[in-house]
């Protein structure tokens, strides 16, 4: 079983709609992250978690709220999707963050706003 | 300027081939560095970790130039299962919680 999982995998939505990505985990880690992949932009933070109750902007977070509902579950919504926010997003864990720690990924989610 | 930069590619190479990829990266103080392989339309893994004085992982031998600012990476004996894209990963600014940066990524050919 994936260590980090995404729901759902695919999505196709309209502007306007509320959509939200769920990712959860089994790797036991405190840290959770939200990434979006663009082409031509690599990845980049959308929103960063150290524990439940520790929750961060990253540096797209506009357009977009976060959960953690429990150490283990991360949620990324968009409250009215516009089509710029088509794109692949990715969750991901670490341990901590220091030299030689990973960070790992989820599958991703490939959202489309028409 | 690009916080990590790298050269799109494709880097076309035939089996068996020794194939190098450069990353810059601009800020000075970045303390963490990676490669990961991306897959497409797959997520990110870690490939290898930088350090400074150089590390090697079967064919893959990774260098840190830190005076330079640029990061290397040397696949060896290319496999057709080494094609992919490989994004060259360096820790961002900031106090605290020091964000990885990703590059946009080289995408390696290996043909046979």
């Known amino acids: 079983d994936a260590d980090v999982t995404q729901t759902p995998r695919n999505r196709i939505t309209k502007t306007g709609k509320r959509i939200m990505l769920e990712c959860s985990q089994t790797?036991?880690?405190?840290?959770m992250y939200w990434y979006r992949q663009d082409p031509g932009l690599g990845l980049r933070l959308i929103y960063y978690?150290?524990?439940?109750?520790?929750?961060n902007k990253g540096e797209i977070s506009d357009g977009y709220s976060v959960s953690r509902q429990a150490q283990a579950k991360f949620s990324l919504s968009l409250e009215s999707a516009i089509p710029n926010q088509t794109a692949l997003y990715f969750c991901?864990?670490?341990?901590?963050?220091?030299?030689?720690?990973?960070?790992?990924f989820g599958p991703g989610t490939r959202l489309t706003v028409l | 300027r690009k916080e990590v930069e790298q050269d799109p590619g494709p880097f076309n190479v035939p089996e068996g081939a020794t194939v190098a990829f450069n990353c810059t990266y601009s800020n000075s103080a970045s303390q963490s560095f990676f490669w990961y392989r991306q897959d497409c339309r797959k997520e990110p893994k870690l490939l290898m970790s930088?350090?400074?004085s150089g590390n090697e992982d079967g064919r893959f031998t990774a260098q840190l130039n830190r005076a330079s600012q640029y990061i290397s990476l040397l696949i060896r004996d290319s496999k057709l299962s080494d094609s992919a894209t490989y994004l060259c990963v360096v820790n961002g600014e900031g106090t605290g919680f020091q964000k990885l940066v990703f590059g946009t990524g080289t995408r390696l050919l290996v043909s046979p």
């Open positions: 978690s150290f524990d439940v109750k520790d929750i």
């Open positions: 790797k036991g880690h405190d840290r």
């Open positions: 930088v350090y400074s």
């Open positions: 991901a864990t670490s341990a901590r963050l220091a030299v030689g720690d990973e960070q790992f």
